[in-house]
């Protein structure tokens, strides 16, 4: 609560302040929803009051205008009114089926200069929603793959999965462009994370002036990196080492010292994870596990990336009863038969906690855990 008499513009207003009305007056007297087709729910209220939701697929990273446009249609339809989930969607309500009819009709009217949707209404239910993403190269610093890139090419890819039902439960998709993992990756039915194979460099013209040395030790979870000496143009210069066969290239160096850069254009890329789920329904929640260990990063498309994501969703949507997630499906067939119906390779690179000496350092665990 701000101070008594204090103007400050820090933190956000109360959430209650943003409510449409109809949603205040049934705060927790809600009685039941439903999905009344891909994209369009309906809340009702013990007290009869109803709610319709039309939820639109939105991009992560937004231009002013494009924000500007959204406001537009929640004044025209939704008496200003709107929300943005937690996937990135935004989602129009109005308190009548018949607005919701003009609603969608202008949506659907709206289109970029192409002709594609700039509004798609989908995303609920059984089906493939907004993909959660990081940063990526556009902002930050550790990133082993891009976001927004292979984000765009996966949901093109599977974007008719945004506006229908067939799949048998909802499929999660994540991506996280480093093992810091901004992203829910951990607990999605498919997660793509990027991951660097190579050790930093060491920019020793640099490190003794841009890093503070005992911080840059002091971050590497696998005692890695030690205090050194190294002579530069006749100069003693304090700097780092890096013990490489100890390093699992997880950038947390680099956060600290700008002067170890681990981007790396060959080393660099993605693994695929599939089964993690934050719901309860069927089963506990579950980590996702690796499947695929290594896909570089094909820009500006990632073929190989959607071929294998679209892959796997399309023997699901085959195989798995209905309301079975991606992980309850595959806990029951088993691992071994998962990789037997999708065709991809399983290596010792997938085994959890693998101690081959050679990938000592490198654990593809399930939580990576390190
Ligand atoms: Fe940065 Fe890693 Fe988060 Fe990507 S996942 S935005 S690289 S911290
Ligand atoms: Fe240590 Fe990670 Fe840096 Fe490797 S990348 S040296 S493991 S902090």
Avoid at 107 to 129: E, Y
């Amino acid at each position: 609560k701000p101070m008594e008499g204090r103007i400050t513009d820090i933190g956000p207003r109360e959430f209650t302040e943003f409510l449409p009305p109809v949603i205040k007056a049934n705060k927790g007297k809600w009685a039941y929803h439903e999905i009344l087709e891909p994209g369009v729910l309906v809340h009702v209220g013990e007290s009869g009051d109803k709610v319709f939701t039309v939820r639109v697929g939105a991009a992560r990273l937004m231009s002013v205008t494009h924000i500007r446009e959204i406001c537009e249609i929640a004044d025209k339809h939704c008496d200003g009114y709107l929300r943005f989930t937690t996937r990135n969607n935004v989602e129009f309500m109005t308190d009548s089926e018949d607005k919701v009819a003009a609603l969608k009709a202008d949506l659907a009217a709206r289109k970029f200069d192409g002709g594609s949707s700039k509004f798609p209404v989908g995303g609920t239910g059984a089906g493939v929603s907004n993909i959660v993403h990081t940063q990526g190269w556009v902002h930050c610093h550790t990133p082993a793959t891009d976001a927004s890139g292979p984000v765009k090419a996966v949901m093109d890819t599977v974007f008719s999965d945004f506006q229908n039902h067939r799949l048998p439960a909802p499929v999660r998709i994540s991506l996280a462009c480093c093992l810091n993992m901004c992203g829910a990756v951990h607990c999605s039915d498919i997660g793509i994370v990027g991951i660097h194979r190579k050790p930093p460099m060491i920019d020793h013209e640099w490190t003794d002036q841009l890093c503070e040395i005992p911080l840059a030790v002091a971050s590497c979870p696998t005692a890695a990196v030690r205090p050194s000496k190294v002579e530069l143009e006749g100069k003693k210069i304090n700097t780092i080492a890096i013990k490489n066969e100890r390093c699992m290239y997880c950038g947390n160096c680099y956060t600290m010292c700008p002067a170890l850069p681990i981007s790396d254009g060959e080393g660099d890329g993605v693994v695929i994870m599939v089964g993690g789920k934050v719901s309860n329904r069927i089963s506990q929640p579950k980590f996702s596990k690796v499947v695929v260990a290594y896909i570089p990063n094909e820009t500006p498309r990632w073929p190989t990336l959607t071929e294998k994501i679209k892959h796997i969703i399309d023997i699901y949507a085959d195989h798995a009863m209905k309301y079975e997630r991606l992980g309850d499906w595959i806990e029951r067939i088993g691992w071994e038969k998962f990789f037997e119906l999708t065709g991809l390779e399983f290596t010792q690179h997938l085994i959890d906690d693998f101690r081959d000496h050679a990938y000592y350092t490198w654990r593809q665990t399930t939580q990576f855990k390190f």
